[in-house]
């Protein structure tokens, strides 16, 4: 194989923030290269460089032997280099072909032929298994689709390396499957990719060769071969992690909650809710899957009382909460680490010692009529932050200058210090690194341990497999089956979370 492009001491400074830092990075031709890293060690900022969005603070870039300076994206695409952003970069409410199209001709050309176009782009289609309508709309297409159509007007662009970030973050298992497919398609063709990620699944089934980042550097390039998922999770975080969480079975208690019938009205006045049912028992976590607005967020929201119930009930340790208000359903003891933690979990300019105090701050021992006991709310502040591992400075610092994992450990210890009946965690690792992530999952499988009943949801398959006692899920409003989680299949789970139904165990 040959060197098709080598990156070489690539720095690339943001003000106060080194997001690289002497990066290299060598790819050969016809492969799939895994850029591997956690969230926020300069995976997509190394390839903005390369796609010519950012100049490097120093270092080379050499492609097909040559040293090159890519100034823009335009210049990126002439060198045959292609890019599908995390965010789609495509116009809704203009056609496929329009947006393969656009940008591409130069003033001279005042029309663009369209119908020549759409030719060559369903030749291309056809060629990659990839079958998209040059005249649909594309705000009318999947995201699968739409994730597609980038590749092929990438591809339609004349790309040899096409680098994906992130690509399968927003794909259904079904649709991480066909992606697989097309790259495979894509080396075949003498195509070479470069697949970033932060899952080692995805990273071991599909690349050659891995380049691991961390904190900004390239620690090594090895072969997906000579290495396994232990191995890149150590190297990517620094340390011996464990993937595998150990659970005792589960010793089931009261139902502690019950919704039946459920209905209710999204934000854009359409029925969220269909009549949804479900319960919950002490001691286990239920898990609840789904593409993220199936009517998730706003099943949480009935729940807990801040979204108004038009139909049916919820039942919180055998009590009628239904449409009661929120303060009155936190009081039946149940805990809730919300979906948003900056709209609703904390409150960013007050401290530490605030944040933790805010849902509570009204009840004893920390205040009696109308006085604050602020030694207790101290202490109180004190022991979450030992308890829960917070890095900061101080009780007494704002919120807004810790960083996301510790905020949420904020929020956990918090929800968790209440010693909640129920304790509802919505995408409670959203945006969290390994570290914090295994410590926020440990937490969660102890309070099942402890006889408390958790509502887990959460658009990661693999973290609500490892932590789940069974799984339901979601789509457009309603269960399609709840399967245990010891002995799920993947393919169903998918087919599901796409709509097909099974009936519940
Ligand atoms: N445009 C920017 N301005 C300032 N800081 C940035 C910018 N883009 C990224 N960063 C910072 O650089 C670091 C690396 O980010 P990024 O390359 O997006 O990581 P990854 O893609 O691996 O998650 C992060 O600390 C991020 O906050
Ligand atoms: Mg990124």
Redesign the pocket.
């Known amino acids: 194989m040959s060197v098709l492009l080598d990156m070489k001491n690539i720095c690339k400074n943001f003000t106060g923030v080194k997001a690289n830092k002497d990066c290299n990075l060598q790819i050969e031709k016809g492969e799939v290269h895994a850029l591997l890293g956690e ?1 926020g060690a300069g ?3 190394l390839m903005n460089v390369l796609y010519g969005l950012y100049a490097p603070s120093s270092g080379d870039v050499i492609w097909k032997g040559q040293k090159v300076e890519i100034k823009s994206p335009k210049a990126a695409i002439e060198l045959g280099i292609g890019m599908v952003h ?1 965010h789609f970069m495509l116009i809704p409410a203009l056609s496929v072909i329009e947006n393969v199209v656009l940008g591409m001709h130069s003033g001279k050309k005042a029309y663009l032929d369209l119908k020549n176009a759409a030719e060559k782009f369903e030749k291309l289609s056809e060629k990659y298994n990839m079958h998209i309508d040059p005249w649909a709309e594309v705000g009318q297409l999947s995201v699968g689709q739409q994730q597609r159509l980038e590749i092929l007007k990438a591809l339609y662009r004349g790309a040899d390396l096409l680098i994906l ?2 690509p399968t973050a927003v794909l259904v298992p079904q649709e991480v499957d066909e992606l697989f497919q097309i790259i495979r398609k894509l080396t075949s063709e003498g195509h070479t990719v470069i697949f ?1 990620s932060h899952k080692l699944n995805e990273v071991m089934s599909i690349c050659d060769r891995v380049t691991v980042l961390r904190l900004g550097e390239s620690i090594t390039t090895i072969e997906t071969k000579d290495t396994d998922k232990e191995e890149l999770a150590r190297l990517m975080v620094g340390r011996e992690v464990s993937l595998m969480m150990d659970k005792i079975s589960p010793k089931l208690g009261n139902v502690v909650l019950e919704v039946k019938n459920l209905e209710c009205i999204n934000n854009k006045g359409i029925k969220a809710l269909k009549g949804l049912n479900l319960k919950l028992q002490a001691g286990e976590i239920l898990g609840i899957a789904g593409v993220d607005g199936n009517g998730q967020s706003e099943l949480v929201e009935a729940i807990v009382g801040l979204r108004k119930v038009t139909n049916g009930q919820v039942i919180i340790n055998s009590h009628d909460v239904t449409n009661k208000s929120p303060r009155e359903i936190l009081d039946e003891k149940v805990g809730h680490i919300p979906e948003d933690r900056h709209k609703r979990g904390v409150a960013l300019p007050m401290n530490l010692t605030e944040n933790i105090m805010l849902m509570s701050y009204y009840k004893e021992p920390y205040s009696k009529g109308i006085r604050l006991h602020w030694n207790k709310i101290y202490e109180n502040a004190e022991k979450i932050i030992e308890q829960f591992q917070i890095k900061t400075p101080s009780k007494d610092e704002l919120m807004k200058n810790l960083s996301g994992g510790n905020q949420q450990k904020i929020v956990l210890g918090r929800e968790i210090s209440k010693d909640p009946n129920l304790l509802i965690a919505m995408h409670p690792v959203r945006g969290l690194d390994i570290g914090a992530t295994e410590y926020v999952h440990e937490r969660l499988v102890e309070q099942r341990d402890q006889g408390r009943a958790v509502l887990l949801i959460s658009g990661e398959l693999e973290e609500l497999i490892t932590l789940s006692d069974r799984i339901a899920v979601m789509y457009e409003g309603e269960i399609m089956g709840i399967v245990d989680a010891k002995d799920v299949n993947i393919q169903e789970l998918g087919l599901m979370m796409t709509g097909a139904k099974k009936n519940a165990v």
Do not use: L
């Open positions: 969230n995976k997509s900022t995390q970030d992130e970033i």
